[in-house]
Each structure stands twice: as structure tokens, then as C-alpha cells.
């Protein structure tokens, strides 16, 4: 983007920031194993991303945050197909006993965690998991995931009608192309959520539990 | 985008194409005076999306196909902030008697079409406009308005997943700056969204109106 | 009820008719096993209404009409346990290989025809039924299904608001007590429904398919 | 209802208690002018209702805890009428002008307190509420309000899929006819909600309140 173009969304007021609330839970959306190959879905900076979130995790488990994780889930009869599975055909494969719909190993979900199954794009839609949240009061999303310019950003963008600050973990969500996967940031950091890399966001987390005992 | 990047959407099967239905809707999106002004949310190629949308209103009026516009409207004292005007605090300046928050001028809304008043991005979050769409047995959503890479973007992904066929008008959709535009454009017609142009999808429909009458 | 209370809603004009639509489908909600056993949730009239419903069934299935069966599907780990659970926590019995939560024998659905499964009393409550009705252009929803004051209440109400016509079909449903059948029934009529009983809503589909191919 | 009808259901596990979570937030559903008023859409139990609500009203504000309250509000000019307006027309009086339209004087809402402008029986359908609610952390929504067989049960119905542990305070609602007062009391208390006379919830929040305190 050219300076000109940036300069209006500071003219225009955007990009302000929400700031971090008191009740943050994690989402892990769709690293899964389709989406850290490059033969199937993955490929560009997806499995960087998938490596960095290894600690990102070990951070929430440790301090007994709300933990879910997301996957698209068809049935093996084809019979829930829907319009993006008319745009995107092969998302399909993603059934229940296919392993390339499994969370990554790396990042194995735990008894307790949450595991949101989709059949579109965002964590929200037509699943439970407004709920879950809503339910475990939480109030600040942190989101990682693939890919940056599709479930990440339909995530966020629906995290924050519902009234979860949505926080983007920027080197732990990846697309299978930078210029989306930038183009996405960009825009999100304009209009829909707060940005941290993982060390900024750990940083800014341990610091507010600190003062919280004080 | 490098042409690496672009093949690795084509190889692993993005961007099929959906089709028309058999019962367009128009959606003209936010084409408001204060989208249309760049001193307040306007720029970049919004004006000329609003001149190119004229045609295709007539079209649809002509037609007497069903016509929704949305509308950011907040109330005047501010009750309703939400986590998005959290972000983006100037959007509270849209309430219903403010006119830079009225449809602009060349395109007013006329009696039987019409206005999804919403506080977040996408027309269907939280509003009537999947109802009205589901009483009119529409199946397929054309999307005009600005910006792409905001509300365009939401409602189409939200139109993909209620089960209306997305459409979007290429040159009837701007954003106040182009790469965000591109970037968006991009992402839709991988995942999402069907594109036309203007022309083409008035020749698309024609066709299809003139087969049905043989 | 009085003669007095039932005149109280006459006079305040409740009760109007919404008449069939063009295009009707067919929703049979929890007709399973668990439902239709007075040992674990059955009773009442159920029983008698499932086997009022096949007739009606096979008239949709002649047509090639859009039909559609709803299911409780709990995880077999509990971990999708909800309030509905922590009001009720039988139901979550109800997982996906558990032969009680199969739709009973005698409707037992046919390829083509949508499982709904689903954690709260709603069809449409966090499913995809919505868009599913929204791509088979569906403007009536016909419904049958146990408990007439639970689950069927329930999906009638939402039908009204997502826009699609709702038809109770009087003796196509049932519940584990009387009273709450008839109470449910007298809302549903007064509010949100019209009522048929299931002979009478086949003559007039029947009426209707006659005018329409005159 | 029989003894042998009430048996089923304990027999079958319905009807266990939720309990109050940490984070009470108060909702008034519909006490407006007509809806006190037997002329318009009053009667039966409703004006004793308000009348009880009154004091509990006065007990959340004391405690700064939130406050919502709901209205019907349809457009002048008859544009957004929908299913429920073509069953029950009169609604539609409601419009944002009416005073029938207006919570009634005696709980006269203040600044801070959400009002919810709806077309559904429910305080979530297509609106803000959740949203709201998720924004305050809130974990359990104390219901009053009219009509115990309309707009109170679809908000108790839809508060629980949404995760708020819905309390009915069963002297603080009401409805034009005492048989679907009864009714739907009885179908709340066992699926959906718990239940306590106002002065039963007073002492339980105020023995709460001091419990924490220690």
C-alpha cells in the first residue's frame, strides 16, 4: 500500500485500540494437518505459524485459560455440502475420520478443550461456540490459526459483533500466500482487532497478572 | 501476488464457479453520503462505484426483482457502542437523522425496498435481512456498495454461509484505497463470491431472462 | 381455559391465518427412539403422532419435497455438555451411536433427506437448517415432532422469525403430558402457527398442486 | 395437569436446578403501555406483575448490576413487517412514537440501561443482546416481564442456547390469560429455567452478595 493510502485510514480515525480485557481465552483455528501441508490446503507461512503457537499454548495451558480448537468437519456421505463447499469443492475431504481434519500433533488437543466442528469459514457460525464463551465469561479473544485471510479473518470479524475483543497473534496465523495473509492483517488491525506478535501478547498477559496480584 | 502464489489457490481447487440462481436479490451496501465523502469515509474507487451502480439499480427496479440497502444508523446518545465502534469510535457519527448516514442521492431508496439498519460489518449480523431475503425465496445475493474489504466483504462471506448465492459487482464495490480493494476481490472469488462486472452480469441475467421466456 | 381468557385474545386480534406458501418441506423433529419410549423421554400421545406422521411423510416423499429430520447429538465424552444438559441431564444419552437417539423405524430417513443434529430444543438453534431451507427456496415449514411443548415449540418459533411459515400439524405431534400439549398447541395457534390437523393439510397441498397445474 | 402427568417428568430427570452463577444482569421484557393495558394487549396477571418488578428493579440498580429492557418497535410506515405481524397484525402499532409503545412509567428505564428494540418474541432474535451480555460478562439473566407464554419464554428459551442461566421470577411475569401463565411456568421449570418467587431471589442474591463479602 502506498503512504497516501494508509494516511487516510489515520485521517479517517480507524485502528484505534480495544485493549486487553480481564477474561482472554485462546482459539486455534484450523491447524490442521490438510492446512499445514502444501499439497492439500497449507503451504506460504503456515507452518511457521503452526511452531510458533507451540508455546502460545503451553502459555494458556499453564494458567487454566478456556482452550478451543476448530475444524471443519463434512459428513462422509457428501450429504452437508453447502454453498462453499460449491466454491471450494475439495474442503469435503475434511471428514470426521480423515486425519488430515486432526489438529496438527504439534498442537494435540487436551480433555477439557474445546473442539469447535464447522462447515464454514468462521468459528461462530452456526456452531456452539458463542456459547462456550459466553458461558466461561470470557471476554478477549486470542486467535491463531490458517488461514489469515479466511477462517482467522471471518473469526474475528464475527468475535467482535458478538462482544469478544478479538486479539490476532500475528506470527501465529498464516495463509498459503503472503499478500493475503498481509492484506489481512492490515485490515484487521484497522477495523476489527488488536495485533500482537506472541512475545508482545505473553509480555502483555504476565505483566497484567502481576499487577492482578498485587 | 507472484504467479507462484496465484497457482497454488488454482492447484489445490479454490475458486469454483457457483452460478446464478434462480432469484437475484440486489444488496446495495453502505452507499452513504459519509462513504462517499473522502474527508469522512469515503476514497480510493467508491465514487465511481456509486456512478456504475446506477444502472444496475434501474436494472433491478425495472425488473421489479426484491432491493435492500444497509445503513450503519447508532443512536444519538451513543447507548449502543459497541466493540466495533470501540475500534473505529467515528462510525457513532451515523445516526438516523445525521444525512452523511442516508443512502447518497443518486441512488434513494424508494418505497418497498428495503433499509437493514446494522452496527457491525455484515448486512445479515444481527439484523432482519436473512428473514426478508428467506420471505422473498431469494437465492442468489448481488452485492454492490463499499468497502469492499469491510462490509462487502462480511456480508458476502455471511450471504455464502445463510445459503445465498453470493454475486459480487467488481466495478460497484470500492474501498478507500485500492490494494485493500484488490486484496479483497482476490479473496472472494477464491472462496466466496462469484464476480461480474457490471456488464457482464446485466448480460448474464438478460440471457438467462430471455431463455426462461422461450 | 375460560370462555373468558380464550375471548381476550379474539378482541386483541391474535390468531390470524398466514396461509400455505408456494414452496413447503417437511421438518420431523426428534422423532427417535428415546422420544417414543415412555421409559426414557416418551409418554403422552407421542406414539399415536409418529404413526400419524408416516402418511404424511410418504405424501412429501411422492412429491419430492425438501424433508428433514432433527436429532440430540451429544459428544460420547460429555465434553459438548450445556445448560440445556445442567437443566436436563438425561439427554445427553443422545450420542451420535446411541440406537435411542436414532429417528425411529418406522420414518427411518432416506438419502437426500437433512439430518439435523443439535444441542438445543431449536432445529435451527446454532445448525445449518436456516440455510439449508434458504437454498431449497423453502417459504413453509411444516412441522411434526415430539415434545409439542419442547423441541417442536421451539423450531416453530424460529421458523416465524427466520421467515419461513410455520404449519403445526395437530396429531402429527405429541408429548409426554397432555396438558402441555394442549397448552403449546393453543400459543402456537394463537401466535406463531397455523394449525392443520394432518387430513386436512393434505387436502389442501392437494388443492392447491390441482389449481396450480390447471 | 394429573399427578401421574407431573410423575413422567420427574421420572425421566427433568426439571434440576441450574443455580445462580456469578454475574446476574435483569431483564425486562415488554412491560410497556399496551401490554399493561387490557384494552390493547394486557389483562390477566400482567399489571400485578409489574407492580412486583418494581422493587427488584430497585434492588439491581442499588447494586449497579446491568439492566436491559426490551420493546417491540416496527417502522412507521409498515416496511418491515414480518411473519409474526401477518399473524398477529396489531403489533405493529408499536412503532418507535407510540407511548403504548413505551416501557411503562413505573419502571421508566435510565441512562446506562439497554433497551432492545426487537420484532421477534425474543429479546436475542435479530438484535444485540448477546452481544451485550457477553460484553458485561454476564452469567445468569433474571427474566421478567410479558407475556409468561410469548416473549418471556422465547427470551428464556433462546438465553439458555446462548449460555446465560435463565431465572424466571414467576410473581414479576405475566400474561393476558392465567392458563398459559401456568402453563408455560410449568414448561420453563422443567426444561429451561429455574424459578423463584421474587423475595426467594432477593434473599438469595443478598446471601451471595454477603458471602463474598467475608
Redesign the interface.
Known sequence: ??TG??A??KS?????T?GIG??PALVVVDFVVAFDD?K??G??NIHPAVEQTVALLAFFRERRLPIAFTRYVFAE?G??G???T?????LKILTEGNPLGHVVPELTPR??E??VRK????AF????F??????H?V?TLVVTGAVT??CVR?TV??A??????PIVVTDCVGD?????HD??L??MG????DLYTRDQLIDALRTRQARAAE
Open positions: 500500500m502506498t493510502e494508509t487516510i485510514f479517517q480515525g480507524f485502528g484505534q480495544m480481564e477474561a502444501p492439500v490446503f503451504g506460504g456421505d450429504s452437508d453447502n454453498l462453499l460449491a466454491k471450494v469443492p475439495n480433555a477439557g474445546l473442539i462447515r464454514n469459514a468462521s457460525f452456526q456452531t456452539d458463542s456459547s462456550w464463551l459466553a458461558r465469561r471476554d485471510s479466511g471471518a470479524v464475527d467482535l459483533g458478538y462482544g469478544y475483543r498459503r500466500a503472503i499478500a493475503p492484506a489481512s492490515f485490515d484497522q477495523k476489527y482487532a
